[in-house]
C-alpha cells in the first residue's frame, strides 16, 4: 500500500529556514515524479514544483523559483522541500503528492498529509 | 502562472445535480486532455476524484463525472448527496512539466 508520511508541523521566525520531508513506501520511490503543493489558511492549493525522483531533476513554478530547493534521497525513500528566508506569507500547509500510474499519469493519485509550516514572530 | 477559473461556490439541494467550471487557455485546459478534479475536506489532504479529464479512478461513485470544451472543463455531480459538501479544485497540465490548480469551488448541500 502506497504511503507518503510528512514531517511534523514547524514554527519558525521570519528569515529562517526549514526543511519538509516526505518518506514513501509501498512502491519503487525512484519510479515516480513527486510533487510539491502549497495550501495558505483557507486559500486554493498552489503547485510548487515536479521532481524526478530517479534522477533528481526539478521544474519550479515560476512563483517559488529562488527561495526554495527541492532534492530526494533515494536511498530513503525520501523527497525535501527546502524554503528559506521565510517570510509570513510563506505560512502554510505543504503537501507532497505522487503522480499517477495509469493513464496519463499526470494526477495526483497519493497524497502525504500535510505539514503546517507557521511564520511567526 | 495564474490560476485557472473555478466559480467560488455552488450549491444545490440533495438529489440535484450541480456542474462546477474550470476555464484555463488553450496552453493549458484547452491544449491537453490531462485535466484532474479533487475534493477536499477541511484540514483533509485533497482526493482524486477525476483524471485525464472524464476517467474516474476506482472507489470514486459514478455520480461523478468529468468533461471538457475547448479550454474549459467541468466536474459534474449528479445525485447530491450531503457528504459532497467539500472543497473542489481542478488541476490542468500546463506544458514543460509545469501543472495549475484553479481556484478551487465551494460546494454547499443546502
Known amino acids: 500500500q502506497v504511503h507518503l508520511v510528512q514531517s511534523g508541523a514547524e514554527v519558525k521566525m521570519p528569515g529562517a529556514s526549514v526543511k519538509v520531508s516526505c518518506k514513501a513506501s509501498g512502491y519503487t520511490f525512484t519510479s515516480f515524479a513527486i510533487h510539491w503543493v502549497r495550501q495558505a489558511p483557507g486559500q486554493r492549493l498552489e503547485w510548487m514544483a515536479w521532481i524526478n525522483a530517479d534522477t533528481g531533476h526539478t521544474i519550479y513554478s515560476q512563483k517559488f523559483q529562488g527561495r526554495v530547493t527541492f532534492t530526494r534521497d533515494t536511498s530513503a525513500s525520501t523527497a525535501y522541500m527546502e524554503l528559506s528566508s521565510l517570510r509570513f506569507e510563506d505560512t502554510a500547509v505543504y503537501y507532497c503528492?505522487?503522480?499517477?500510474?495509469?493513464?496519463?499519469?499526470?494526477?495526483?493519485?497519493?497524497w502525504g498529509q500535510g505539514t503546517l509550516v507557521t511564520v511567526s514572530s | 502562472q495564474s490560476a485557472l477559473t473555478q466559480p467560488r461556490s455552488v450549491s444545490g439541494s440533495p438529489g440535484q445535480s450541480v456542474t462546477i467550471s474550470c476555464t484555463g487557455t488553450s496552453s493549458d485546459v484547452g491544449h491537453y486532455n490531462y485535466v484532474s478534479w479533487y475534493q477536499q475536506y477541511p484540514g483533509r489532504a485533497p482526493k482524486l476524484m477525476i483524471y485525464?479529464?472524464?476517467e474516474r479512478p476506482s472507489g470514486v461513485p459514478d455520480r461523478f463525472s468529468g468533461s471538457k470544451s475547448g479550454n474549459t472543463a467541468s466536474l459534474t455531480i449528479s445525485g447530491l448527496q450531503a457528504e459532497d459538501e467539500a472543497d473542489y479544485y481542478c488541476?490542468?497540465?500546463?506544458?514543460?512539466?509545469?501543472?495549475?490548480f484553479g481556484g478551487g469551488t465551494k460546494l454547499t448541500v443546502l
Open positions: 485525464d479529464v472524464s
Open positions: 488541476c490542468s497540465y500546463a506544458g514543460n512539466y509545469t501543472w495549475m
Open positions: 503528492a505522487r503522480e499517477g500510474l495509469y493513464g496519463s499519469g499526470s494526477f495526483y493519485t497519493y
